[in-house]
Nanobody
Framework: QVRLLESGGGLVQAGGSLRLSCAAT????????MGWFRQAPGAEREFVSA????????YYSDSAKGRFTISRDNAKDTVYLEMNSLNFADTAVYFC?????????????????????WGQGTQVTVSS
């Protein structure tokens, strides 16, 4: 069992930055790949970024590439999402998720089903 708690969301002006954190409790955090997803009002939950258990591979959506950076600290059981150059379209609830890194993960990391555990989310609001 893994529990995830996101923090770091808030209100920021367009062009600003935020750093989201996701703290995990439970066993074997370093066995899990981690992902960030977001959901805007009335929209589907969408993939933002993911990182393998070792941190050796990172993945980004097209909208996140070049602006967001995912990282993890396995000693602290925490994954981060550094978000820069935020714009109104980034307004959403951001969720972190944990999934065992099976061989299939590399093909399906953008989907929700590889992830077994989800946090409650943190709101990010970008004002224009």
């Amino acid at each position: 069992q893994v529990r995830l708690l996101e923090s770091g969301g808030g209100l920021v002006q367009a062009g600003g930055s935020l750093r989201l954190s996701c703290a995990a409790t439970g066993r074997n955090f370093d066995k899990y790949a981690m992902g960030w997803f977001r959901q805007a009002p009335g929209a589907e939950r969408e993939f933002v970024s993911a990182i393998t258990w070792s941190g050796s591979r990172t993945y980004y959506s097209d909208s996140a590439k070049g602006r967001f950076t995912i990282s993890r600290d396995n000693a602290k059981d925490t994954v981060y999402l550094e978000m820069n150059s935020l714009n109104f379209a980034d307004t959403a609830v951001y969720f972190c998720a944990a999934g065992l890194q099976t061989p299939d993960y590399y093909s399906y990391y953008r989907r929700r089903d590889p992830y077994d555990y989800w946090g409650q989310g943190t709101q990010v609001t970008v004002s224009s």
